[in-house]
T-cell receptor, first 113, second 114 residues
């Protein structure tokens, strides 16, 4: 079966702009989580959506937001981009949570200049 | 506040020998631990996990050990193979009936020397 698909793979944006990243989970998975990976910080949890509802949220400013659609696809939005937002953004999908395991996509590499 | 720590950014091991990757955590509420492996330009892939009710879990060449009193876990890979060269992340979670998030360490880059 198809894996977790993230688009686009690479993105370059200018400071102050906004960006939207997309994640299509594995068919049948209802949970989508987003993580930010930066050098020296590892993967940091942004938020998790389950059946279109945000179930959990990490410690990121309000410029980071997300949503999930009825088909479980999820989008993540970052407004007023800062240089420090440059990172690999990873999405993980799961049928229902930790006990079912998480499958990660290949990520979107965002560069803010 | 780094609740999950991997203090060795890199590790080099001879092919065929044992690789031992270490991870420490500070949050005593964590009750489920995982190891992920990541190649460049790919997402992390799940390797092995362990619940806090166990102190060891094996899957083929991979064994994870958990020492709750020391808040320490380790991943053993025996024998190490060139394809094991990757970045390894340990992660921890508090079981919450599906409403969990993973807290990751900063990763250890493992290089297997042929």
């Amino acid at each position: 079966k198809a894996g977790v698909t993230q688009t686009p793979r690479y993105l370059i944006k200018t400071r102050g702009q906004q960006v939207t990243l997309s994640c299509s989970p594995i068919s049948g998975h209802r949970s989508v989580s987003w993580y930010q990976q930066t050098p020296g910080q590892g993967l940091q949890f942004l938020f998790e959506y389950f059946s279109e509802t945000q179930r959990n949220k990490g410690n990121f400013p309000g410029r980071f937001s997300g949503r999930q659609f009825s088909n479980s696809r999820s989008e993540m939005n970052v407004s007023t981009l800062e240089l420090g937002d440059s990172a690999l953004y990873l999405c993980a999908s799961s049928f229902g949570g930790l006990n079912y395991g998480y499958t990660f996509g290949s990520g979107t590499r965002l560069t803010v200049v | 506040d780094q609740q999950v720590k991997q203090n060795s950014p890199s590790l080099s091991v001879q092919e065929g020998r044992i690789s031992i990757l270490n991870c420490d955590y500070t949050n005593s509420m964590f009750d489920y631990f995982l190891w992920y492996k990541k190649y460049p330009a790919e997402g992390p892939t799940f390797l092995i996990s362990i619940s806090s009710i166990k102190d060891k879990n094996e899957d083929g060449r991979f064994t994870v050990f958990l020492n709750k009193s020391a808040k320490h876990l380790s991943l053993h890979i025996v024998p190490s193979q060139p394809g094991d060269s990757a970045v390894y992340f340990c992660a921890a979670s508090v079981s919450n009936f599906g409403n969990e998030k993973l807290t990751f360490g900063t990763g250890t880059r493992l290089t297997i020397i042929p």
